[in-house]
């Protein structure tokens, strides 16, 4: 009976959630989306690889990692602002904070990155108080904003957008970094500082937005006017975890296929599979009269912030074993 219950809990929960996110895109005028699951291609992340399935001797498809190419070519045909709520599949490990299957949330509008970070604001304030009802949270914003460099000089003395592969590596070496060695790339260095040094000290009470990431590491976000080093990207961070990832789309066909390209050069590198352009999703954002941003976000890390649990599987029904 005790397992019953808390799977009764978990089902009213994610009900209550789901429905709540629905209604705040609907009273938006938003309307609601479906794109497909299965892609003859997927995008060259290095950081992140699909799920390959084949059927009845057909394939390889690919379980997409996210909907946004399928949503982007649905902005080029004329569909205004649209949203998903979508299972989505990736090769990860399972731990306390990542599945390999687990629900998104993705929408797209116009306007750019700081527009979509006061709609993320507004909806994580809107369902954490469905969910929590009449009860004081910390999520009713204004949600703090930190520039991801001002971070990293105030964490860890080093300003890593200041400094190429070398002067990088260097400076870590100096400070006693461990764990790095002369296979790694400026990307490399960049993730292993900012997971060991800067993102353990994001787990304030307050819910955090870290803006304006390296453009080598945010293929299809738009490069800053005022630094093309950097992409006008936001991520959203509630007790250290990434609850939210935004940006401001790149729409230049050229530059996103070079992008893809870069990519999958360094996929080559990491021996990994190497995936062919969608040349449909680049000509579509080039269709698109800009700018227009987008934000996912991980819907079963955002209910466990809210009943403020500590594992993804306490919040997902299909991980308890019945």
Not at 90 to 110: A, N, P, Q
Not at 195 to 201: C, F, L, S, T
Not at 248 to 266: H, S
Request: proline letters at 4%; one cysteine or more; hydrophobic letters at 40%.
């Amino acid at each position: 009976m005790v397992r019953d219950k808390a799977i009764q809990d978990i089902l009213r929960m994610r009900h209550e959630l789901l429905k709540a996110m629905r209604e705040y895109f609907y009273d938006l005028g938003y309307i609601e989306v479906e794109t497909s699951n299965l892609m003859r291609t997927a995008p060259p992340d290095p950081q992140i690889d699909p799920l390959t399935v084949f059927v009845a001797g057909s394939g390889p498809w690919r379980l997409h990692t996210s909907p946004e190419m399928g949503m982007k070519k649905l902005l080029a045909a004329g569909s205004g602002k649209i949203f998903q709520i979508c299972k989505v599949y990736r090769v990860e490990e399972f731990d306390e904070v990542h599945s390999i299957e687990f629900t998104m949330l993705e929408w797209y509008r116009k306007g750019d990155y700081r527009d979509i970070m006061r709609e993320v604001e507004a909806l994580v304030a809107f369902v954490s108080g469905r969910l929590l009802r009449n009860r004081q949270t910390r999520f009713a914003g204004p949600f703090t904003v930190c520039d991801l460099g001002s971070l990293f000089i105030e964490k860890t003395g080093i300003d890593p957008f200041a400094l190429g592969r070398d002067g990088l590596f260097r400076a870590m070496q100096d400070r006693g970094f461990a764990g790095i060695d002369d296979r790694d790339d400026w990307n490399n260095l960049f993730f292993k500082l900012f997971i060991q040094d800067v993102e353990p000290e994001l787990k304030a009470d307050e819910p955090c937005f870290v803006i304006d990431w390296p453009q080598s590491v945010s293929t299809m976000a738009k490069r800053k006017d005022a630094d093309p080093g950097r992409v006008e990207r936001f991520e959203l961070y509630i007790n250290g975890l990434e609850i939210a990832n935004g940006y401001t789309e790149l729409l230049d066909r050229e530059e996103q296929r070079a992008r893809f390209l870069a990519d999958n050069r360094e996929r080559a590198r990491l021996g990994k599979d190497q995936f062919p352009t969608d040349e449909e999703f680049v000509e579509s954002i080039g269709k698109l009269d800009g700018p227009y941003a987008g934000v996912s976000i991980g819907v079963d890390r955002l209910l466990m912030v809210l009943l403020e649990k500590t594992r993804i599987d306490e919040v997902m029904v299909n991980r308890f074993r019945v």
